[in-house]
């Protein structure tokens, strides 16, 4: 079987918090990117999380052939990553995602996987790591005539498709789709796998197949924007915390709890 | 006249459904803006309470959508359903409260209807023109959503130009309902759809079991993290939410440990609440932990480190160990 999983290169999410949380995160002159170099630029952790769900069927002693492809001009360290992990495929859409919307990057990757023969799976992260919108999935589910399924704690297959584990707000949704699909894996997967040395090695010396836009034959209109990132801040927290302190810890907790009385909170 | 359209499913229930109110909210305040008429969509059926609750949040329509294919929750059925309405009434805006499934169900209908589509928006506004301060290539009027990015650390704003329809997801915390200076007196109109070509492709084969109170409806939230230290002490958060009447929740990093189950967790991968009381243990506040609780009325942190982002959100803060605090203060409750 063929699976797709689409990649997005990221600001490492960790790396944007330690600087947001000492109030040094940096909003370029452009008003809407962080431009801080010494943020490490890294596949979604979600993405990854998707090759992993794919890996995982392999190890299961499914047959695939995995191909991972994103958009962007500076992603090869990310494809080689990928193919270490064990991606048969690594694809680059040659297009700078910054020029597109959401609707954009799916239309592109849709046209992608549009012209690949015979792909029974497309796997994607819930959502991207940088700005949390998770809507590609969906649409290139959508373009493709696939069904969607979202959120899945685990993949295998059926006969003829895959069985999906979604975690609801309810708890665990046990539901069923025939290929081709598309299904967005969640953290709840499990950590991803470490490639090996070897694997690391090896894939050094892959190079990433690279796609023209204009090979993607989609008229200009259909990809040209509808939403444009305008500005990007950080917002500010204004502390008022009323620290409690002065003795053992049942006296403090004492103290807290005559307060949160005082003010009919409990 | 242009209209923004408040859309819900709330069939089964009283009233209309927590974050409908505050994208109803929202809703009205960009009306304004943009001369447009609000409306509330009810997909598969009216809730008894809604007409009456919407009245007071200004709709001045209430559309309905009924078929027997819409009484079970269906992405595919619902994507149909509702992009039959906006390919018939053409509305400038439809917001969503983002729920679950709206979180599938949107993207997939502005793909359908080919609109832009945001979601996490915290807020929503008409411009006219846009801010000379930053360069932008859009200079007419627009819509501009501000939304939660980097799991909260920053907020993006998005220019809506250029579509006929635009789609929002608004997150249910993203501001407090607020009545309309007067009540309006909205007529109750049926939009007819068919159905009939639709089929659900995705099978359910077992439902989820709604185990306990849920955390989005919680008053009492008691919630812990990687300040527990071990998967045996979640108990002592336990005790305390059981001591308060209220209920238990984890940060992600100790659901991934398996020390809380997936349904406890608070944040932006897991629940976004509203308690009135959010007592957060051994969590050091992560900007994606404080999407799911900034929108508490009371937080108080306990945490070792003086310095932990969390005593930044907390109304009342303890510097010092959980694993101490949280059986004295059960202690205390008790007493």
Same mark, same amino acid.
């Given at each position: ?12 999410? *960790? ?6 949380? !000492? ?8 008003? %809407? ?8 630029? /890294? ?12 890996? $995982?069927? %392999? ?25 270490? /992990? ?30 690949? *023969? ?18 590609? #999935? ?14 899945? %704690? ?8 895959? +069985?999906?584990? =979604?975690?609801?707000?309810?708890? *665990? ?9 598309? &299904? ?8 991803? =796998?470490? #490639? @090996? ?6 894939? %050094? ?29 950080? #917002? ?24 949160? =009385? *005082?003010?009919?909170?409990? | 006249? #242009?209209?923004? !359209? ?21 809703? +009205? ?23 009456? +609750? ?34 018939? $009434? ?54 501009? &959503? @501000? ?28 501001? /407090? ?23 659900? =492709? ?12 849920? /955390? ?18 979640? $108990? ?18 100790? !659901? ?58 907390? +109304? ?20």
């Amino acid at each position: 079987m063929r699976i797709v999983v689409c990649a997005k290169q990221v600001l490492d999410p *960790d790396a944007v918090n330690n600087y947001a949380l !000492v109030g040094k995160l940096e909003i370029g002159e452009d008003g %809407r990117s962080l431009t801080q170099a010494s943020i490490p630029r /890294l596949m979604n952790a979600y993405d990854e999380q998707a090759i992993e769900a794919a890996l $995982k069927l %392999r190890d299961a002693g499914v047959d695939l052939t995995l191909t991972v492809v994103t958009l962007g001009t500076e992603v090869d360290d990310m494809l080689k990553h990928a193919a270490a /992990l064990g991606a048969d495929e690594i694809v680059r859409i040659d297009v700078d995602p910054a020029t597109l919307d959401h609707h954009g990057v799916a239309t592109a990757l849709a046209a992608h996987i549009g012209r690949c *023969d015979g792909v029974d799976l497309v796997l994607c992260g819930r959502q991207a790591s940088d700005d949390d919108q998770g809507v590609v #999935p969906a649409i290139v589910g959508e373009i493709l005539g696939m069904p969607v399924v979202t959120i899945a %704690r685990s993949v295998d297959l059926i006969d003829g498709g895959v +069985r999906v584990a =979604r975690v609801t707000p309810d708890g *665990d949704e046990t539901v069923e789709a025939s290929f081709p699909a598309v &299904v967005t894996i969640s953290n709840e997967i499990g950590e991803p =796998r470490y #490639p @090996t040395m070897k694997a690391k090695m090896s894939a %050094r010396k892959k190079t990433p197949t690279v796609v023209e836009e204009s090979e993607l034959g989609i008229p200009s209109d259909e990809i040209s924007r509808k939403v444009v990132l305008t500005t990007q801040y950080v #917002p500010e927290v204004e502390g008022d915390c009323e620290f409690i302190d002065g003795g053992s810890p049942a006296e403090i907790a004492g103290k807290l709890v005559a307060r949160l =009385r *005082d003010e009919n909170v409990i | 006249m #242009p209209s923004v !359209v408040v859309c819900t499913w709330s069939a089964g229930r009283d009233t209309l459904t927590g974050g409908d109110e505050e994208a109803l909210t929202i809703g +009205r305040q960009v009306c304004a803006g943009l001369d447009a008429d609000l409306r509330l969509l009810a997909v598969g059926g009216l809730a008894d309470g809604a007409a009456g +609750r919407a009245a007071e949040l200004g709709a001045q329509a209430i559309d309905t959508i009924d078929d027997a294919k819409l009484g079970e929750m269906s992405a595919d059925v619902y994507v149909e359903a509702l992009s039959q309405y906006c390919a018939a $009434k053409k509305p400038e805006l439809v917001l969503f409260n983002q729920t679950f499934d709206a979180r599938l169900i949107a993207p997939r209908l502005a793909q359908r209807v080919h609109s832009g589509i945001v979601m996490n928006g915290v807020g929503l506004e008409a411009r006219a023109g846009l801010d000379p301060d930053t360069e932008h290539e859009i200079q007419e009027d627009h819509i501009a &959503v @501000t939304t939660s990015a980097f799991g909260g650390d920053t907020r993006t704003v998005y220019a809506l130009h250029g579509a006929e329809t635009y789609i929002v997801c608004l997150n249910d915390n993203a501001c /407090l309902p607020e009545p309309a200076p007067s009540a309006t007196s909205p007529q109750t109109e049926s939009f007819t759809v068919d159905l009939s070509g639709v089929e659900e =492709r995705v099978r359910v084969i077992e439902k989820p079991k709604a185990e306990g109170p849920k /955390l989005e409806d919680a008053a009492i939230i008691v919630a812990g993290g990687r300040g527990l230290e071990e998967s045996g002490n979640f $108990k002592l958060v336990q005790d305390l939410a059981d001591a308060l009447g209220g209920v238990a929740g984890a940060s992600r990093p100790i !659901v991934d440990d398996g020390w809380a189950d997936a349904a406890q967790q608070v944040g932006l991968t897991g629940k976004i609440t509203k308690p009135a009381l959010y007592v957060a243990a051994g969590i050091s506040g992560a900007s994606q932990h404080m999407v799911g609780c900034s929108a508490a009325k009371t937080l108080v942190a306990i945490n070792t480190d003086s310095d932990a982002a969390i005593f930044k959100h907390a +109304r009342f803060g303890i510097v010092g160990n959980c694993l101490e605090i949280l059986p004295e203060l059960t202690r205390a409750v008790k007493g």
